[in-house]
Structures are given as C-alpha cells and as structure tokens.
C-alpha cells in the first residue's frame, strides 16, 4: 500500500504544472508586464477570443487591469475589438442576418441601399468602432446636396436620406447587441426632419389634370387604361394594382380587397400573398370604376380565347396580353410616357395615390381616405396630406369669420 502512495506521489511530482492564462507574465524585451485570459466568443464567428493586455510596470497593473475589463464583461459594457468598417459590417454581417426576418422585396431593397449609397461613400471606410455621429451628420448633408446616383444631378429627397439613417440606425443598433460598439452613434446624429421640406418628394394633381390624362387614356384606348382608372379611383399602390386578381373583386359588394402584391425584386417581377402593412383591407369602389374592369374583364378573356393554349392564367386583373404578369418597372416607365403626352405636370405614378388621398383630405373625407390608403392611424394621415391644400386653411378662416359676424349681427345695437 505505500508502494502505491510513493508511486502516486512520483507521478503528480512529474506530471506538469498547468499554468493559467490569467496569470500576468513578464516581457523581458520590453521589461514590462502583461496578461492574456479569455473574453467571451466572438458574436459573429463564435471564435475563442482572447484579451492581451500589456504595456503595465507592475505585475500587480496587469491583474487590477484584467479585473476592470472582466468587470466590463460582466455588466454588459464590454465590447468586442474589431478592425470591420461601417462598409463590411453592413454587407457581410448585417445584411445576411436580414434575408429571414424581413420580405424578399425589403430585403433586396436593404441591399440596393447599402451598395447605391452607403459602398460607393467614404463613410463606408471607416471603422465601425471608429465611426462618430458627426460622421453621420456630414453623410446626411452630402446625400441631401447632391446625393443622386442614378446619372441625375442633385441630392436625395427628405425621405430618402431619412430611410437611410433608419437603415443606419438599426444597423448599429444590432451591432450594439453583438457587442462590436459600446454606443449607437445614429441615436445621436441628427438626420433631416420631414418638416423641414413638408411634401417636397409628393405632387399631386388637381381634379382638372386628373380628369384630362383619364380622358386622354380612354381617348387613346389604352390596353390598360382601366389599371390607370382604378389607381387613381383608389389610392392602391403599384404593386397592390399588379397584384390584383379578379378573386379579389366583389362584383355584388362593389368591394376591392387587396391582399397580395406583384413586386420587381432585383429584375424580375415577384408575386408576394402579402401587403406592404401585412393586413389586408377592404376597398368600396363606385359604379363607373365596377363598369370599368367589366369591360375590361371581357377585354382580357378576348385575348385569352385569341391565343388559345400559349395564354398563361395568372389570375391577375392586369397582365400582358398573353395572361403573363406585367413588369412593375415598365408599367412606371409605361404611366410617365403618357402623363407626358397626356399634356398635364409630369408626377409619379405613386403620386396618384397621392392625388386620391389628397383630395379626398380637402374633401373632409379625412377617415374614409385613411382606411382606403391602409394608414396605420387617421393622424398619419393628415400629418402627410393635409399640407397639400393650404387654400383649405383660407376658406376655414373666412367661415369661421362668418359664424361670428353672423352672432354679432343678432346681437342688440
């Protein structure tokens, strides 16, 4: 039995010590002191990460430095050293981690933004732990003063350079909870306020104009004059309009239901059972736009028995001629050519939305345009809209004047 002791005893005298990584040790070169000891893994790459501190004159510097920086960790303060820029952060980090939580059109359009606007910019150089909220503010400045990229000069709308920061903004946000920033500096840049150019990026079109590029359409036959028709009789957006299948219309209820959407994703059109809000809702439709896409639905159902067995049956309202889905980006390109020709101001085709909401607004018809635009609240919609008619604020101001001249004249002299 004590043989078995000694032996024991001979083996752990032989076997060797096992140093610890938090242990500080000496740099004979440099006589000074440092230590290593492990961080908690990289967030993105899940690798061992190791902390080196060194540069200390005292081995007791080292250990009082180590425990400050585990004290980092432990309450959440710590960050992570990385050499990324703004620029690989958001294309090789950030974006991918996108692709599951957010629609394929969104997705795509991250994308585009990131590499229009923020690849092509010095910003995109600089280090992610470098970067600084006045780094943001100059960015912002540059984009809204000549900030075009596509051939174009001049700068970004308003609300172009806002969808930047918000883009910006969730970024660092989430690079804040992989723990590569200590801070979120977009919290504090200042992007531009929509105040600050109310409706510079909507125009709209008067009754008159409206009615002048739909008699136009109609006076030219236009195969999809009912598409325009129906665009500006209620407010859908394009990729709502696309979307649209003749399932979705009530030809009983005079009732338009809109619960999918036609999308161009990086070239090509997407058909997406979605809205842009995710809820699908109810549009009533008036007697003359029902009249329309009958006679429209007679139109197509022509063209399906002229074809024959090539017509391909999408379901869709409005379709090339061969059944097929139209081109989101020709059928924008397609309404320009005509407001041109059509003689009225040049607008976007998603200014007719505008139009519809707009006028509906002047109208008094603030909840009814509300819910047929889809708007999360009534207040959304007057904050963007009603700045649109200012010669309502005239008339209000001569009514009220009237009611009191009215009171004061039945008063007794």
Same mark, same amino acid.
């Given at each position: 039995?004590?043989?078995?002791?000694?032996?024991? %005893?001979?083996?752990?005298?032989?076997?060797?010590?096992?140093?610890?990584?938090?242990?500080?040790?000496?740099?004979?070169?440099?006589?000074?002191?440092?230590?290593?000891?492990?961080?908690?893994?990289?967030?993105?790459?899940?690798?061992?990460?190791?902390? &080196?501190?060194?540069?200390?004159?005292?081995?007791?510097?080292?250990?009082?430095?180590?425990?400050?920086?585990?004290?980092?960790?432990?309450?959440?303060?710590?960050?992570?050293?990385? &050499?990324?820029?703004?620029?690989?952060?958001?294309?090789? %980090? $950030?974006?991918?981690?996108?692709?599951? %939580?957010?629609?394929?059109?969104?997705?795509?359009?991250?994308?585009?933004?990131?590499?229009?606007?923020?690849?092509?910019?010095?910003?995109?150089?600089?280090?992610?732990?470098?970067?600084?909220?006045?780094?943001?503010? #100059?960015?912002?400045?540059? &984009?809204?003063?000549?900030?075009? #990229?596509?051939?174009?000069?001049?700068?970004?709308?308003?609300?172009?350079?806002?969808?930047?920061?918000?883009?910006?903004?969730?970024?660092?946000?989430?690079?804040?909870?992989?723990?590569?920033?200590?801070?979120?500096?977009?919290?504090?840049?200042?992007?531009?306020?929509?105040?600050?150019?109310?409706?510079?990026?909507?125009?709209? $079109?008067?009754?008159? %104009?409206?009615?002048?590029?739909?008699?136009?359409?109609?006076?030219?036959?236009?195969?999809?004059?009912?598409?325009? $028709?129906?665009?500006?009789?209620?407010?859908?957006?394009?990729?709502?309009?696309?979307?649209?299948?003749?399932?979705?219309?009530?030809?009983?209820?005079?009732?338009?239901?809109?619960?999918?959407?036609?999308?161009?994703?990086?070239?090509?059109?997407?058909?997406?059972?979605?809205?842009?809000?995710?809820?699908?809702?109810?549009?009533?439709?008036?007697?003359?736009?029902?009249?329309?896409?009958?006679?429209?639905?007679?139109?197509?159902?022509?063209?399906?028995?002229?074809?024959?067995?090539?017509?391909?049956?999408?379901?869709?309202?409005?379709? #090339?001629?061969?059944?097929?889905?139209?081109?989101?980006?020709?059928?924008?390109?397609?309404?320009?050519?005509?407001?041109?020709?059509?003689?009225?101001?040049?607008?976007?085709?998603?200014?007719?939305?505008?139009?519809?909401?707009?006028?509906?607004?002047?109208?008094?018809?603030?909840?009814?345009?509300?819910?047929?635009?889809?708007?999360?609240?009534?207040?959304?919609?007057?904050?963007?809209?009603?700045?649109?008619?200012?010669?309502?604020?005239?008339?209000?101001?001569?009514?009220?004047?009237?009611?009191?001249?009215?009171?004061?004249?039945?008063?007794?002299?």
């Amino acid at each position: 039995m004590q043989n078995v002791r000694q032996e024991t %005893q001979v083996t752990q005298r032989n076997k060797p010590k096992r140093t610890s990584a938090a242990t500080p040790k000496r740099d004979v070169k440099r006589g000074t002191w440092y230590i290593v000891f492990d961080a908690p893994r990289d967030p993105t790459t899940n690798k061992r990460n190791q902390i &080196k501190l060194s540069g200390f004159a005292t081995k007791r510097r080292a250990r009082d430095a180590m425990v400050a920086k585990l004290s980092e960790i432990a309450n959440g303060s710590y960050v992570h050293t990385t &050499k990324d820029t703004l620029g690989a952060y958001l294309i090789d %980090q $950030w974006l991918p981690t996108r692709r599951n %939580q957010v629609t394929e059109s969104t997705f795509e359009w991250y994308g585009r933004l990131i590499r229009v606007h923020i690849l092509s910019d010095h910003l995109a150089s600089i280090r992610l732990q470098d970067l600084t909220a006045l780094d943001l503010d #100059r960015y912002y400045a540059q &984009k809204l003063a000549d900030g075009r #990229r596509d051939g174009t000069p001049g700068g970004l709308s308003v609300s172009s350079v806002i969808k930047l920061h918000a883009l910006i903004n969730g970024a660092l946000k989430d690079a804040r909870r992989y723990k590569l920033v200590a801070t979120n500096v977009a919290e504090d840049a200042k992007p531009p306020s929509r105040k600050s150019a109310p409706g510079a990026s909507i125009k709209i $079109w008067s009754p008159e %104009q409206l009615a002048q590029f739909l008699d136009y359409i109609y006076a030219i036959n236009d195969p999809l004059k009912a598409a325009y $028709w129906l665009a500006a009789h209620t407010g859908m957006r394009r990729g709502e309009l696309l979307g649209l299948a003749w399932s979705d219309i009530d030809f009983h209820t005079s009732v338009v239901t809109i619960r999918s959407q036609l999308l161009s994703i990086n070239g090509r059109a997407v058909l997406t059972n979605d809205t842009k809000t995710h809820r699908k809702r109810a549009i009533p439709i008036d007697a003359t736009t029902l009249q329309q896409l009958r006679e429209h639905r007679v139109r197509q159902l022509e063209y399906k028995l002229a074809i024959g067995a090539g017509y391909r049956d999408t379901g869709r309202v409005f379709t #090339r001629v061969d059944g097929s889905y139209l081109d989101p980006q020709g059928f924008t390109e397609m309404f320009r050519r005509r407001t041109k020709s059509a003689g009225v101001p040049i607008i976007r085709l998603h200014d007719l939305r505008h139009t519809h909401i707009s006028l509906l607004v002047a109208n008094g018809r603030i909840v009814a345009a509300s819910a047929r635009a889809g708007h999360s609240s009534v207040g959304f919609t007057m904050a963007t809209y009603a700045h649109l008619q200012p010669s309502e604020h005239a008339d209000a101001a001569n009514e009220f004047a009237g009611i009191v001249e009215a009171a004061r004249s039945k008063r007794p002299a």
